[in-house]
């Protein structure tokens, strides 16, 4: 599976130990980051991660783009909900193209939790289907 991993920057903490906790499970699939996030989960974890431009840059864009081509199968995004982000836009657009081509999204840790586990457990597989 292609899996996006984007985390706002009082978030990359918790990214980071989500990635950490679960590295056995996602070194199974192709990963994607925006550049902050994949940056500091390849240097903690060794996973290798596509990275594409910072989200303040166009990173989300661009994930929105996969996503808009049937090639992003889960989106693991932690937000942080009490910090204006200066691209607001580009997040809204991330999140409306996963409800557009039902694409599984977590915006927290404990959606993550469900979606990797969920992940490890076979539920994805209608993914192939689609794809
Ligand atoms: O801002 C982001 C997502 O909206 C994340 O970008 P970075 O991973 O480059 O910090």
């Not at 390849?42 to 991660?49: D, I, R």
């Not at 996963?98 to 076979?122: K, M």
Request: net charge negative; with cysteine.
């Amino acid at each position: 599976m292609n899996i996006a991993l984007i985390a706002h920057d009082k978030k990359k903490p918790e990214m980071v130990n989500f990635t950490v906790a679960y590295t056995t499970i996602l070194k199974q699939h192709k990963l994607y980051a925006t550049g902050t996030t994949g940056k500091q989960i390849t240097e903690a974890t060794g996973l290798e991660v596509f990275r594409f431009q910072s989200g303040p840059l166009g990173g989300d864009q661009q994930i929105g783009a996969k996503i808009a081509n049937n090639e992003m199968d889960l989106v693991i995004f932690l937000r942080d909900p009490l910090t204006a982000q200066p691209h607001e836009p580009d997040i809204i657009a991330l999140m409306r193209l996963c409800d557009v081509y039902q694409i599984p999204i977590a915006t927290n840790i404990g959606g993550a939790e469900i979606l990797i586990r969920a992940l490890e457990d076979g539920y994805f597989q209608w993914r192939e289907v689609v794809k």
